[in-house]
């Protein structure tokens, strides 16, 4: 058994804040190359790793959210969009 076969992780989902750029982005496209879905959050919106998400074949939903404000953790924790 390889190790992709291993780290399978369909039918799961993820959280991945800061996911618009650097690590946070690189964080998501692994994840979704090995089949999770994902909520995309950071303070300026991923659109574009929404993209590149969608072109791996993941699904995913992305939310302008700031994680230090609670009630934007409140509304991205509400979204039902998977």
Do not use: W, Y
């Amino acid at each position: 058994m390889n190790s992709s076969e291993m780290f399978r992780l369909e039918g799961k989902v993820a959280l991945i804040t800061g996911s618009a750029q650097g690590l946070g982005r690189e964080i998501a496209l692994c994840l979704a190359q090995n089949g999770c879905s994902l909520v995309l959050a950071d303070i300026v919106h991923p659109e574009e790793t929404a993209r590149q998400v969608a072109e791996i074949g993941s699904r995913s939903i992305s939310v302008k959210a700031d994680v230090s404000d609670e009630s934007e953790v409140k509304n991205m924790v509400g979204k039902r969009d998977l």
